[in-house]
């Protein structure tokens, strides 16, 4: 019973380490970043609700 649970738990190290390599990364680093895009622009921005402003708009 002793050896079957040191090698289960040998496997799982084994497999951990060939999924994710040595040393571990860290979870901060593997966050999505989402790229610029026009968005993000606030130049684009006013541009386009100065575009979409209508008649009944004050300003």
Excluded: C, T
């Excluded at 968005?39 to 541009?47: G, R």
Aim: no cysteine; aromatic share 12%; net charge negative.
């Amino acid at each position: 019973m002793l050896l079957l649970a040191v090698v289960a738990v040998g496997s799982y190290y084994a497999a951990r380490f060939l999924l994710e390599g040595w040393p571990r990364r860290r979870h901060g680093e593997d966050q999505y970043v989402r790229p610029f895009g026009p968005d993000d622009d606030d130049e684009f921005l006013s541009q386009i609700s100065k575009r979409n402003k209508g008649p009944d708009d004050p300003e």
